[in-house]
């Protein structure tokens, strides 16, 4: 038992161990094709933007830049004739969305850059992402800067003020979008203001991208642990099935030892009765112990056979040898001499009518199997045994069932029955005894046979073996 938990969980844990190895490769590979890809991509726009300031002498914000110039010449107007070198919240505000709109709606770059790629043949599906880092009005007159971005501002103030830790540092932002790719900063000194921005570029299915090109390795990570699981859950199972099978032929040894002690005690016993004087002289008692040694040799002979029997089966395929028989007389008969033989105390109730119908069966399997489902109904059964047979015909099949009131079998156990050497309730295992080979038995005779044999049964209730034979 704790051999088979420490297994269990050093399976367990070398799984784990796998995994999360496993795990760890896949993400250092991933973090690998995304700098690739980042860098393929960024690589790819150094090259567009050359070429379109080589063609065309723009970086493709000429136009935005125009307007921000003629907005940022207009506010310093504005600002001389209120005689004031600051502006308002609100106006400041104005000013700031004003120039991310005219950069974010003019600008000629992204265009460029997805016709670009199409050329190329690589993904032209992104998003472009302008951040502006710093904005300024300058008045050239007075030759200093009237307003600052609000981000660039506050950029300043965190730098200074790093008292006040609970603020989020600025670019905060920025790393939140961990998809985008960063592509050039633009800044310079223009009439009448002061800008300087960041281009970026972000694929939204840049994870499929990524996805797509180590399908192969993440693949075969799957592959490798969904292999290495099962292998081990096979090999467990059959570990498990193992030990159980040699647990089985443990109880079958002790069960056997047992079963073939009674005879032989019993011969032993009456050999010795046979030498005292006394019973030489009396015939009868002679004869009487001659009887009792003939019958438990046949006994002994039987089990022996059955052992036998049943190990032959092993090596070779079963021997049927059928005859066309009537089934009503078969089992009329069979039933008959339970009655006289080991079912003696037992009721017996039929309800089976097949009339005249002839089957093709082997006469003495066929005995053999309906005799251990009816000898069980007496043995596994703590009162007076009452057994009901009911037999049909359904679907070209022959149904013959035998329900008995006895101690019934659990679920678990109903699993197992008709396994080799099973025996239910080992712990009780000498109180009924047997070798846990009757119903194997009758399993393989039903199989034989082309049929089946199925139990269903309610543990203190009694329990229903079914036999279904082809016609
Ligand atoms: P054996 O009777 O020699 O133990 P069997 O193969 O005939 O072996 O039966 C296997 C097990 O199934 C038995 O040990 C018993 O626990 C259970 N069993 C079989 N028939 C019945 C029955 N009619 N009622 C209750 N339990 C049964």
Wanted: glycine share 6%; charged share 30%; aromatic share 10%.
């Amino acid at each position: 038992m704790h051999k088979r938990n420490a297994i269990l969980l050093l399976g367990i844990f070398s799984i784990i161990i796998l995994i999360a190895a496993q795990i760890i490769i896949i993400k250092g590979v991933w973090r690998q094709k995304d700098e690739m890809l980042n860098l393929r991509y960024r690589l790819f726009c150094q090259d567009a933007i050359e070429l379109l300031a080589r063609q065309w002498s723009t970086d493709g914000f000429d136009t935005a830049r125009m307007i921000i110039g003629s907005k940022s010449e207009m506010v310093l107007k504005m600002m001389a004739e209120k005689k004031t070198d600051t502006l308002s919240a609100e106006e400041r505000k104005d000013l700031f969305d004003y120039v991310s709109l005219a950069l974010n709606k003019e600008e000629d770059l992204s265009a460029f850059l997805s016709r670009y790629f199409e050329l190329r043949g690589i993904d032209k599906d992104f998003t472009s992402r302008i951040v502006i880092n710093r904005f300024e009005l300058v008045d050239y007159d007075r030759r200093i800067p009237v307003y600052m971005s609000e981000e660039f501002a506050s950029r300043m103030l965190a730098r200074s003020d790093t008292a006040r830790r609970n603020t989020p540092p600025p670019d905060m932002r920025r790393q939140a979008r961990s998809n985008e790719i960063m592509i050039k900063r633009f800044g310079n000194e223009y009439n009448f203001y002061r800008l300087d921005f960041e281009f970026g570029i972000d694929f939204s299915d840049k994870q499929k991208m990524i996805l797509r090109e180590i399908a192969t390795s993440l693949g075969l990570s799957l592959f490798s642990i969904i292999l290495v699981v099962s292998l081990f859950i096979v090999t467990y199972r059959n570990l498990m099935e193992e030990k159980r099978l040699s647990n089985l032929k443990t109880d079958f040894i002790n069960n056997m030892t047992h079963e073939l002690k009674t005879p032989l005690s019993t011969i032993t016993v009456a050999g010795r009765t046979l030498e005292m004087p006394i019973i030489r002289t009396n015939e009868e008692k002679i004869l009487e112990t001659a009887k009792m040694i003939g019958k438990q040799s046949v006994h002994l002979n039987q089990l022996i056979n059955m052992i036998l029997e049943i190990s032959m089966w092993e090596r070779t395929q079963f021997q049927l040898e059928k005859k066309r028989m009537r089934i009503q007389d078969l089992l009329n008969e069979i039933i008959f001499s339970f009655k006289s033989g080991g079912g003696k105390g037992a009721v017996i109730e039929c309800k089976y009518d097949f009339g005249d119908l002839e089957v093709d069966l082997d006469p003495i399997y066929f005995t053999t199997m309906i005799n251990n489902l009816l000898s069980n109904a007496v043995k596994y059964c703590d009162t007076d045994p009452v057994i009901e047979i009911e037999g049909f015909i359904r679907d070209n099949n022959i149904i013959i069932s035998i329900a008995d009131n006895g101690i019934g079998i659990s679920k678990n156990d109903q699993k197992r029955v008709f396994d080799k050497f099973y025996r239910a309730s080992s712990g009780n295992i000498h109180k009924y005894k047997g070798l846990g080979l009757g119903l194997y038995y009758v399993r393989k005779i039903a199989e034989a046979h082309e049929g089946d044999v199925t139990v269903s049964s309610k543990p203190g209730k009694g329990s229903i073996f079914t036999i279904t034979l082809p016609l």
